[in-house]
């Protein structure tokens, strides 16, 4: 039998580990276990992890569908990309992984480990100038088959 592909996002922290286990939360701490948590949380202060960068309105879902107003893909494609990546008075087209937004973005405070969190990925992003929004789609379609969902693509400006 096929399994249906079901996503669950398990945070890596005593209390997810001592529900998932069922045991008291005493058996997830130990004396090394303690040293190495606060050798992480200096690690975090000389990386600036939890140096705030912005603040989210309303909690964003990678999973939920663009047209949902609490989708991470819609806010991405219809507010951030536009505005980031585009020349608004020309016609842009974005091409990215429908995997690159991992995680949800809670409402609150952003801080620059929740970036790493949402979108862990290092990845580079490339400007075709001048060259048409057709003849992109085209040439993607030709190498990658027909649209199935991945890769995502978008068009933005008049």
């Known amino acids: 039998a096929v399994w249906p592909v079901v996503h669950e996002y398990v945070t890596p922290?005593?209390?997810?580990?001592?529900?998932?286990?069922?045991?008291?939360p005493a058996a997830f701490v130990t004396p090394r276990g303690a040293a190495i948590k606060k050798d992480l949380a200096a690690l975090r202060v000389d990386l600036?992890?939890?140096?705030?960068?912005?603040?989210?309105p309303k909690t964003f879902d990678p999973l939920l569908p663009t047209s949902?107003?609490?989708?991470?893909?819609?806010?991405?494609?219809?507010?951030v990309a536009p505005a980031s990546l585009f020349d608004p008075a020309r016609h842009a087209l974005f091409v990215g992984s429908s995997g690159s937004l991992r995680y949800p973005l809670f409402a609150g405070p952003v801080s620059v480990d929740d970036t790493f969190i949402v979108s862990p990925f290092h990845d580079p992003f490339f400007r075709a100038a001048d060259v048409p929004a057709e003849q992109?789609?085209?040439?993607?379609?030709?190498?990658?088959g027909p649209h199935d969902g991945n890769p995502v693509a978008i068009r933005a400006g008049v």
């Open 68 to 79: 949902s107003p609490a989708s991470l893909w819609g806010l991405f494609l219809k507010s």
């Open 13 to 24: 922290h005593v209390p997810t580990y001592v529900e998932r286990a069922g045991v008291a």
């Open 48 to 56: 600036g992890l939890d140096q705030t960068v912005g603040c989210s």
């Open 136 to 144: 992109l789609v085209a040439a993607l379609t030709a190498m990658l």
